[in-house]
């Protein structure tokens, strides 16, 4: 009788460890799955909202870019300037800094029409006069016509763009600055006859599309695989396993996003080990 129950109290043993482990591995299955669960989820609300963010800054640079494009286009059209590129240079000094005068002012007049944006605007000829708009004066005026980058935007068919870390045509410290190049053509003749400029500072371009006060984001404009600038330079040091997220602005260039990966995904980690013990327990 008392083997009956050894036997029996041993058998009822074995099942309750086959029980417990059975059990235990069922909720294991049961705490993985619910963590993959939870990762893709977060996985899928980060790039959720990394997608958001990215495509409201590609549209407020876009919105600069169609800005700085449509200016061009207005500058290059406009009535006055057009009878200028067809006059022949004044000789009399007097003359001469009389049309400087009115170009410019047109050119205010066309400038201040974008409330709110601090462009800087030049019209550089062919036969060497220059018209501008803008805080600072024109670097050496002679000089602009011979270098490398007004040659390859008068051969541009549309506009040239370019981020240069030093002012293209303008006496600046405010360098950095995006700018956008167009050729300047004689409507009657369809020929070139100069170069537009439209350049604004990377300071006020930061003004225009608000501080990225959070530094788990960071945010780059590139020319294919080149690093133009980046919105949120003081940002976190990423890897390759942040979310990355990128968009194609209106001028060709790659606005690439990027998310911490543990920013969020740390933080229900100890609450899963904490439920997963529990359990076992």
Same mark, same amino acid.
């Given at each position: 009788?008392?083997?009956?129950?050894?036997?029996?109290?041993?058998?009822?043993?074995?099942?309750?460890?086959?029980?417990? @482990?059975?059990?235990?591995?069922?909720?294991?299955?049961?705490?993985?799955?619910?963590?993959?669960?939870?990762?893709?989820?977060?996985?899928?609300?980060?790039?959720?909202?990394?997608?958001?963010?990215?495509?409201?800054?590609?549209?407020?640079?876009?919105?600069?870019?169609?800005?700085?494009?449509?200016?061009?286009?207005?500058?290059?059209?406009?009535?006055?300037?057009?009878?200028?590129?067809?006059?022949?240079?004044?000789?009399?000094?007097?003359?001469?800094?009389?049309?400087?005068?009115?170009?410019?002012?047109?050119?205010?007049?066309?400038?201040?029409?974008?409330?709110?944006?601090?462009?800087?605007?030049?019209?550089?000829?062919?036969?060497?006069?220059?018209?501008?708009?803008?805080?600072?004066?024109?670097?050496?005026?002679?000089?602009?016509?011979?270098?490398?980058?007004?040659?390859?935007?008068?051969?541009?068919?549309?506009?040239?763009?370019?981020?240069?870390?030093?002012?293209? @045509?303008?006496?600046?410290?405010?360098?950095?600055?995006?700018?956008?190049?167009?050729?300047?053509?004689?409507?009657?003749?369809?020929? @070139?006859?100069?170069?537009?400029?439209?350049?604004?500072?990377?300071?006020?371009?930061?003004?225009?599309?608000?501080?990225?006060?959070?530094?788990?984001?960071?945010?780059? @404009?590139?020319?294919?695989?080149?690093?133009?600038?980046?919105?949120?330079?003081?940002?976190?040091?990423?890897?390759?396993?942040?979310?990355?997220?990128?968009?194609?602005?209106?001028?060709?260039?790659?606005?690439?996003?990027?998310?911490?990966?543990?920013?969020?995904?740390?933080?229900?980690?100890?609450?899963?080990?904490?439920?997963?013990?529990?359990?076992?327990?």
């Amino acid at each position: 009788m008392g083997r009956k129950r050894r036997l029996k109290g041993t058998m009822e043993n074995r099942l309750f460890r086959t029980m417990a @482990v059975f059990l235990t591995i069922c909720i294991g299955l049961i705490i993985i799955a619910f963590y993959l669960f939870f990762r893709s989820e977060m996985k899928s609300d980060r790039n959720k909202e990394l997608s958001n963010v990215s495509y409201l800054y590609a549209e407020k640079l876009n919105d600069v870019i169609n800005g700085m494009e449509s200016l061009c286009g207005v500058i290059g059209n406009n009535y006055d300037l057009q009878k200028t590129v067809r006059k022949k240079p004044e000789q009399e000094k007097r003359l001469y800094l009389q049309e400087r005068c009115e170009v410019n002012g047109k050119l205010a007049m066309l400038a201040q029409s974008y409330t709110g944006i601090p462009y800087e605007i030049a019209v550089v000829l062919d036969d060497g006069r220059t018209f501008s708009y803008g805080q600072h004066s024109l670097i050496r005026r002679d000089s602009i016509p011979d270098s490398g980058w007004h040659k390859e935007a008068r051969n541009m068919d549309g506009i040239l763009w370019r981020y240069s870390e030093d002012p293209l @045509v303008f006496n600046s410290l405010l360098a950095p600055y995006l700018a956008a190049q167009a050729p300047i053509y004689d409507i009657r003749t369809n020929q @070139v006859c100069g170069v537009i400029y439209v350049e604004l500072s990377k300071d006020a371009l930061n003004s225009l599309l608000g501080d990225m006060e959070d530094k788990d984001y960071q945010i780059c @404009v590139l020319d294919g695989s080149e690093q133009l600038f980046a919105l949120n330079e003081e940002g976190a040091s990423l890897t390759e396993k942040d979310y990355l997220v990128t968009d194609t602005l209106k001028n060709g260039w790659t606005l690439e996003m990027r998310l911490k990966y543990d920013r969020k995904l740390q933080l229900g980690i100890p609450v899963l080990l904490s439920f997963f013990l529990l359990l076992v327990i």
